[in-house]
């Protein structure tokens, strides 16, 4: 009889199955679904990614196995895109790693820090991979903090949970909710975890996808947070490369000397060309200023943005116009489920607040990863079934 391990069983069960059971049924049947609901963006890399891509990855070289932290160059270039754009300096040697995508680096920072039983403090609702991926998976124990509307989608820092915690985890640019914080909130942050000896696990991935002027800082512009917190980063969303698998950890060296210990039992680093077209992307900024290409995704967003936000509240759904991130955190009331079911009757796909834990009950998540036209057309849908 072969059985899951303990860490798998107390996974918890996959809320969206039955949703992908419908979706396939609604496919086979050749209707057509506006899927709003994923994260991965339906716009091209920049055209110098790809010309990288095509021009790196044909050289034989850049086929062998990568250092496990990543080659110098990257790690140089992630240093000097740091301290372009957020003005933070790092040391390539000891404080930069390479990722096989943020998810992955989010996954292993806790299998290095966390022994069975210890508790880790993971916002919720939130992207998925800090509860399960990371904390379980560790052996960790999940406790929840509660990401509430009145509290703009932050922790309330006075009523944290658990003091005992090793590590917490944060995420601003924010998935679901579109939320952002500031630098006081951040220094805020720092205070607390350096007086609990907490460790800040700052999830950065939508820093470049902004609107309206809004600036995301990183973590680590804050003093004294070198001491606690390390920040992980993504080509993903800022060049549009999620297929690519490339991102990064910066931060306190021990933090990354723990990620590195155990990512080189785990995996071999991202290969060397996308690494190399990686250094392109972030060269690409100019002291710390986007490309026209980082600042156009953003405004093709924006006008996105605009257009479902505005029609959505023309509806009566309640909704805000987030300052940075893809996704509309829409208040639906209620069982996010039901509600995402009606939507898909009408042949539109969003993600139900609940998948991303139970204060994201009430909500539902539209991501504006499709065109305008399309997102015209989802619109129509909605108002016929709302
Ligand atoms: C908040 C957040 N962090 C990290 C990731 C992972 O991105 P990647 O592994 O592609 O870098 C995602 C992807 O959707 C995300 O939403």
Redesign the pocket.
């Known amino acids: 009889m072969i059985e899951f391990s303990e860490r798998v069983k107390r996974l918890p069960p996959y809320i969206f199955a039955e949703l992908e059971k419908i979706i396939n049924e609604k496919k086979r049947l050749g209707l057509d679904i506006i899927s709003l609901s994923i994260?991965d963006p339906d716009l091209p890399p920049p055209p110098f990614v790809l010309e990288a891509l095509r021009e790196e990855s044909s050289n034989p070289k850049n086929h062998n196995y990568s250092l496990s932290q990543g080659e110098p160059e990257f790690r140089e270039a992630v240093a000097e895109w740091y301290k372009g754009r957020f003005g933070v300096d790092l040391d390539p040697k000891r404080e930069v790693i390479a990722l096989i995508?943020?998810?992955?680096g989010?996954a292993n920072i806790t299998r290095a820090f966390i022994n069975p039983g210890d508790r880790v403090l993971v916002p919720n609702p939130a992207?998925p991979v800090y509860a399960n991926g990371g904390t379980i998976l560790s052996g960790g124990v999940p406790v929840p903090v509660p990401l509430l509307e009145e509290n703009e989608f932050k922790p309330d820092l006075t009523s944290l949970p658990d003091t005992e915690a090793k590590i917490l985890f944060l995420?601003y640019p924010n998935?679901p909710t579109g939320a952002v914080v500031d630098k006081p909130y951040l220094e805020e942050v720092v205070e607390f975890a350096r007086k609990r000896n907490i460790v800040v696990c700052y999830?950065n991935?939508y820093s470049e996808v902004t609107f309206d002027g809004y600036k995301a800082p990183s973590i680590l512009e804050v003093d004294g947070a070198m001491d606690v917190a390390v920040e992980?980063h993504?080509c993903?969303k800022t060049f549009n490369m999620?297929g690519d698998r490339i991102?990064f950890a910066v931060g306190n060296s021990k933090l990354i000397e723990g990620l590195l210990k155990v990512k080189s039992q785990v995996d071999s680093g991202p290969p060397i060309y996308v690494q190399k077209a990686a250094v392109r992307a972030l060269r690409s900024y100019a002291n710390g200023e986007p490309p026209e290409y980082v600042k156009q995704v953003n405004r093709t967003y924006a006008e996105r943005r605009d257009l479902l936000v505005e029609k959505l509240n023309s509806l009566g759904l309640k909704c805000k116009r987030p300052l940075a991130t893809f996704y509309i955190w829409l208040r639906c009331g209620g069982d996010s489920m039901k509600f995402a079911m009606k939507l898909l009757d009408a042949g539109v796909l969003v993600t139900p607040g609940i998948g991303f834990g139970e204060h994201g009950e009430g909500y539902v998540r539209f991501s504006i990863t499709q065109s305008t036209e399309r997102i015209k057309e989802a619109c129509e849908r909605i108002e016929e079934v709302i």
């Open positions: 994260g995508g943020s998810k992955e989010v992207y995420n998935n999830d991935a992980f993504t993903s999620t991102g």
